[in-house]
């Protein structure tokens, strides 16, 4: 190859360069002017659907849970409402109380329309694969009841022949479908659904149910308002937690970094003795 030759070749590869160079300049030229007339997403965003609101939305059953919901005329209160205010002024944040039939609860929580759940919601395996929990708060077990001169048994309530009332939607409800229904002890008409829990005392009282079956915080508070006589309980292992959708990430390590604080705080003590919970147990 001769030096002139050798000249055109590398001017053929220069040439080659700067063309290519001006193809990449004017390519990064037209992805800017599209960037700014166009928002692109940011991949590397955290998404979650309750990051920065002003208000949060506390989803609550519409009827008495005491000692966890009492309402007094419109005004929630209760052991639940103490807890989520006492978290909130904790972390800064503003909440607002939303009374929701308890068979819905967990449906409006699926559709967005609150940010979390309370009113003594037991966390299950079952709930777990749907919804995010906070830390346990408290631990309890179910307990049977009926009326203070009742001459009626834990051995009569196994014979599967009086009728119960639960609420639906309930591990309560849980428990004697698996216990009783299932092994055939009793005949589902026995099994009574009841328009809350209270409710349930009420007709006990009325005669028209043998038994109810609660949680037992909720069940010894009843027993202050009604004449009532617990006969036995079931060890069921359950807890009480805060509920959350699974795209709630960061709200639920807010809300649970408040609810720890709270739990290793005397202020707990004080709030549970009010509702003459013991926390010796526990």
Do not use: C
Not at 114 to 126: N, Q
Not at 248 to 263: D, E, H, K, P, R
């Amino acid at each position: 190859m001769n030096h002139i030759s050798f000249l055109k070749e590398r001017w053929h590869i220069v040439i080659a360069l700067i063309l290519l160079l001006m193809v990449l300049s004017a390519t990064v030229a037209l992805f800017i002017q599209i960037s700014d007339d166009i928002e692109l997403p940011d991949l590397f965003a955290h998404e979650d659907d309750n990051d920065h609101k002003s208000v949060y939305l506390v989803g609550i059953s519409d009827t008495d849970y005491p000692p966890l919901l009492i309402w007094v005329g419109d005004q929630p209160t209760g052991l639940d409402i103490d807890l989520i205010q006492w978290i909130s002024k904790e972390k800064g944040i503003q909440v607002s109380f939303v009374s929701i039939p308890w068979e819905e609860i967990f449906d409006a929580l699926r559709n967005k329309e609150i940010d979390m759940i309370m009113s003594g919601v037991s966390i299950t395996p079952e709930r777990k694969e749907e919804f995010l929990f906070s830390d346990p708060y408290l631990s309890i077990e179910q307990t049977i009841a009926v009326v203070r001169e009742s001459p009626l048994t834990l051995m009569d309530f196994y014979a599967g022949e009086k009728t119960i009332g639960v609420e639906a939607g309930t591990t309560s409800e849980d428990i004697v479908h698996n216990l009783l229904i299932m092994s055939g002890i009793t005949d589902p008409s026995k099994v009574h659904a009841v328009g809350g829990i209270a409710q349930g005392a009420k007709d006990l009282m009325d005669g028209k149910l043998d038994y109810i079956i609660t949680d037992q915080p909720i069940m010894a508070a009843l027993a202050q308002e009604y004449p009532l006589r617990i006969i036995g309980s079931f060890s069921t292992g359950e807890e009480y937690g805060i509920g959350f959708r699974k795209d709630s990430v960061s709200f639920q390590q807010t809300i649970n970094a408040g609810l720890v604080t709270l739990l290793q705080s005397p202020d707990w003590i004080n709030i549970t003795s009010t509702y003459l919970i013991d926390l010796s147990g526990h």
